[in-house]
């Protein structure tokens, strides 16, 4: 009973959330300005003051070899064939995202993941890392402590862990000292790109941006609007603030049913409608024990031995099978009603689904993740 009230919650909050796709949005909140987007960056670095969850030295020679480096680069010079057993330093991967106009000086947070066997990061402090894009070219320096949201315990063959140790976060971590150049539409016109291709709704746009500005907007396939726009920069921004306000009503998404069969979760949205079909959920459950038999020779027997066989019971049971009418047209509401009332759970619904859909009786498109 459980598992079905929290189908029918989860679908129903899935229906709510999608209804609102019918009420207006803002233009900001569906397409995107071609050419103004966030660049990946991407490091490696050390991770030091560890309480002895680090990296162990032994199976990470990468670590050593980083420590190596750096304190030769500090002036410190080690003997040749020093072997360093050190449980306070991580060796990680640095992650940040530069959004577009970032200009040097000014700070965006960062990532830090464990690359080698460190058991915790938590306490640690980055040492100075530099992030490089896909060109190969430094456009960020990090550093700072790391905030890991987790906690650890151990005490002998015992241990308590809360969330996730290996991955921590430095708010403000990364200062950007190369600044990437970015371009606002090219020459008299810059171009809109939907999130999501829909012929429909790039109507609607190009119908709502020549209502305050009339001819400007043409329609160039089902993703992209090309918008004829001022010359003068400071114009051309306060033009693009004008464009992305306005509030536009977005087509009906199109049918489809999500299937995540590893977890078992089924998410339909609002537009999924059926043919009028029928549904018969039963069980089928095939029992089979092996049981030992032993057989002895009788009494005062001259020959003979003790025998051991198997004996076998094979039971089947079938439960009741519900058949289930689902009409013409059923809405979202009455597809789970009339699916979880035949007794359907979550994974029964996965079966049920693509055998609807292979009968041409779901009119919606089934995608399996």
């Given at each position: 009973?459980?598992?079905?009230?929290?189908?029918?919650?989860?679908?129903?909050?899935?229906?709510?959330?999608?209804?609102?796709?019918?009420?207006?949005?803002?233009?900001?909140?569906?397409?995107?300005?071609?050419?103004?987007?966030?660049?990946?960056?991407?490091?490696?670095?050390?991770?030091?003051?560890?309480?002895?969850?680090?990296?162990?030295?032994?199976?990470?020679?990468?670590?050593?070899?980083?420590?190596?480096?750096?304190?030769?680069?500090?002036?410190?010079?080690l003997p040749p064939g020093t072997n360093l057993q050190l449980r306070n330093v991580a060796a990680v991967m640095v992650t940040a995202t530069l959004p577009a106009f970032a200009k040097p000086g000014?700070?965006?947070?960062?990532?830090?993941?464990?690359?080698?066997?460190?058991?915790?990061?938590?306490?640690?402090?980055?040492?100075?890392?530099?992030?490089?894009?896909?060109?190969?070219?430094?456009?960020?320096?990090?550093?700072?402590?790391?905030?890991?949201?987790?906690?650890?315990?151990?005490?002998?063959?015992?241990?308590?862990?809360?969330?996730?140790?290996?991955?921590?976060?430095?708010?403000?971590?990364?200062?950007?000292?190369?600044?990437?150049?970015?371009?606002?539409?090219?020459?008299?016109?810059?171009?809109?790109?939907?999130?999501?291709?829909?012929?429909?709704?790039?109507?609607?746009?190009?119908?709502?941006?020549?209502?305050?500005?009339?001819?400007?907007?043409?329609?160039?396939?089902?993703?992209?609007?090309?918008?004829?726009?001022?010359?003068?920069?400071?114009?051309?921004?306060?033009f693009l603030s004008q464009i992305e306000s306005l509030n536009v009503t977005p087509a009906r998404a199109p049918a489809k049913v999500i299937v995540n069969s590893r977890t078992g979760s089924v998410?339909?949205?609002?537009?999924?409608?059926?043919?009028?079909?029928?549904?018969?959920?039963?069980?089928?459950?095939?029992?089979?024990?092996?049981?030992?038999?032993?057989?002895?020779?009788?009494?005062?027997?001259?020959?003979?031995?003790?025998v051991v066989t198997q004996r076998s019971q094979v039971e089947i049971r079938t439960d009741e099978g519900n058949l289930m009418l689902l009409p013409n047209g059923a809405d979202l509401g009455e597809?789970?009603?009339?699916?979880?009332?035949?007794?359907?759970?979550?994974?029964?619904?996965?079966?049920?689904?693509?055998?609807?859909?292979?009968?041409?009786?779901?009119?919606?498109?089934?995608?399996?993740?």
């Open positions: 009973m459980k598992m079905r009230n929290i189908i029918i919650y989860l679908v129903l909050i899935t229906g709510l959330f999608l209804s609102s796709v019918c009420a207006a949005d803002r233009i900001k909140d569906l397409a995107s300005i071609q050419g103004v987007r966030n660049n990946q960056l991407i490091g490696y670095g050390l991770v030091v003051g560890l309480d002895g969850t680090g990296d162990m030295t032994v199976q990470t020679p990468f670590t050593v070899q980083s420590i190596i480096n750096m304190l030769g680069q500090l002036g410190v010079n000014q700070h965006i947070d960062v990532t830090v993941s464990s690359l080698g066997n460190a058991k915790s990061l938590r306490g640690g402090t980055l040492l100075m890392t530099p992030l490089k894009g896909a060109d190969n070219q430094v456009y960020a320096m990090a550093q700072g402590s790391l905030l890991v949201g987790g906690i650890g315990a151990a005490a002998g063959g015992s241990s308590v862990q809360v969330n996730h140790l290996s991955a921590g976060r430095i708010a403000g971590g990364g200062i950007v000292e190369r600044e990437i150049s970015t371009t606002v539409g090219q020459g008299d016109y810059i171009n809109l790109e939907l999130n999501s291709t829909d012929f429909t709704t790039v109507h609607r746009i190009v119908d709502a941006i020549n209502g305050i500005y009339p001819s400007a907007a043409t329609a160039i396939d089902g993703r992209m609007i090309q918008v004829r726009a001022p010359s003068d920069n400071s114009q051309r921004i306060m998410v339909m949205n609002q537009a999924v409608t059926l043919e009028t079909s029928a549904v018969a959920h039963g069980n089928l459950s095939i029992i089979i024990n092996t049981e030992p038999v032993i057989s002895q020779p009788g009494p005062f027997a001259q020959r003979g031995e003790t597809v789970v009603k009339a699916l979880t009332a035949i007794g359907a759970t979550t994974q029964d619904l996965l079966s049920i689904l693509q055998a609807l859909k292979a009968a041409g009786s779901l009119r919606a498109d089934l995608e399996i993740i």
